[in-house]
């Protein structure tokens, strides 16, 4: 039966009969079969590429003059392309066996398919938007960036509500988004922030829930130097004199005013206690007049903190030097300077010699010895400069060990026993 051709070939045939020789080969080259020429749509903002033959492929590209021999320069057609800017789409059908179909073209021209960009216009205290395609729908932001389909829809005149730069795109199906117009209107101001100083702390505040607030303590800051400033998030605090400058800003409006406020630390810190020697310079009292203080005290040397020793009662001293750090806490009051009350306590009948600080030569109740305010070593040597004795003194009294009368020397400092 007549055979289907499927593509350019050669076919060679021979005849065979019983009882005679084999015929001669004939041939007959087939190479006039083309691939069907493909055709090219486009719809929902992509070109779609096919051919009437479910075995052949399509090739294309959009390198202007590429030879179908330049393999490089053609891509193989998959799914539908996605095209952004004019250009001229070449492509062709290939199959196997076949020749390939004609170089077909498809001109692509952006602005055909893009929607007509909106008119955007102020009236009075109100913008209106409008767009010459039919059916297309108009989104807009207020905040400077780009519009894109999210973007709030434009449905009815919008009510100004400060300095803003609006930016409208239209979008339709079927249509690239249009271009994007923008109106600016920068005339208004946010309103001047405040401030209350309440407590130990600064708020600093502003009639406009969407407004914030930045502070420096910087001279002269400059409002567009960002650095120099900090966002208002809670209430300042401070551990001296400043001078807090500070203003309000707001996405579309122009800044308020800078305004002041001058913090002097003095002025909200409570005074300093008076320190007194009571009972025979025995005991230390502490007093400060302000109602409601309290003291706390150390005498280990260190600063007095709200978690100090609370003062209750004098306190009682100890052979010595002695060494009192105070300061008074009062409740919406900085806490006091501090006060450093020292004092070489010798009971009354101990005769001493200071012979460095914090070591005192003692002769208690016929016993000689050194008072000492710290844990130290101390060596006692006799006038011709020999070490006799190396005494690990204690805080309080220590005797001094059996030394024959006469004079010693110990930190420096000249005693007769």
Not at 83 to 112: I, K, Q
Not at 218 to 229: K, L, M, P, R
Not at 230 to 257: I, K, Q
Request: charged fraction near 20%; glycine fraction near 6%; include cysteine.
């Amino acid at each position: 039966e007549p055979i289907a051709l499927n593509g350019n070939c050669v076919f060679t045939a021979k005849a065979f009969a019983e009882g005679l020789f084999d015929s001669e080969k004939t041939e007959l080259a087939v190479s006039d079969m083309t691939v069907a020429n493909p055709a090219a749509k486009f719809e929902n903002l992509k070109l779609t590429l096919s051919v009437d033959d479910a075995q052949a492929n399509v090739w294309y590209t959009t390198v202007a003059d590429a030879e179908v021999t330049d393999t490089e320069a053609w891509t193989l057609y998959t799914e539908p392309i996605a095209l952004d800017s004019n250009c001229t789409v070449r492509f062709f059908a290939r199959r196997d066996g076949f020749n390939d179909s004609e170089v077909m073209t498809f001109e692509f021209v952006y602005a055909d398919y893009q929607t007509a960009a909106p008119v955007i216009i102020r009236e009075g205290d109100s913008v209106v938007m409008t767009c010459e395609t039919e059916g297309a729908e108009i989104r807009y932001t207020a905040d400077g960036t780009e519009p894109t389909e999210e973007s709030t829809l434009y449905t009815e005149p919008i009510i100004l509500n400060g300095n803003v730069i609006i930016s409208a795109k239209a979008f339709k199906n079927d249509m690239f988004a249009s271009i994007v117009s923008t109106l600016e209107i920068a005339d208004m101001q946010v309103a001047n922030p405040y401030c209350e100083f309440d407590n130990l702390a600064l708020v600093l505040m502003v009639d406009d829930p969407q407004a914030s607030i930045w502070y420096t303590i910087a001279d002269n800051a400059d409002v567009i130097n960002a650095e120099a400033w900090t966002l208002y998030t809670e209430p300042l605090t401070f551990t001296g004199d400043c001078t807090v400058s500070y203003f309000a800003r707001r996405d579309g409006f122009n800044d308020s005013e800078v305004v002041t406020f001058v913090h002097v630390y003095a002025d909200y810190q409570a005074a300093t206690p008076e320190v007194s020697l009571i009972e025979d310079n025995s005991k230390v009292e502490i007093v400060s007049g302000i109602d409601g203080a309290e003291i706390r005290f150390t005498l280990d040397g260190t600063e007095p903190t709200e978690n100090s020793e609370l003062y209750i009662e004098p306190i009682e001293l100890e052979y010595g030097m002695n060494t009192i750090h105070a300061r008074v806490f009062v409740p919406g009051m900085y806490a006091s300077e501090e006060i450093v009350f020292t004092y070489n306590y010798i009971p009354t009948g101990v005769e001493s010699i200071t012979v460095a600080n914090g070591i005192a030569f003692a002769m208690e109740d016929g016993v000689a010895g050194f008072i000492s305010s710290v844990e130290t070593l101390l060596h006692v040597y006799d006038m011709r400069g020999v070490c006799v004795a190396v005494l690990d003194l204690k805080p309080g009294f220590n005797a001094l060990p059996d030394l024959a009368p006469g004079f010693y020397l110990a930190a420096g400092k000249k005693f007769k026993l």
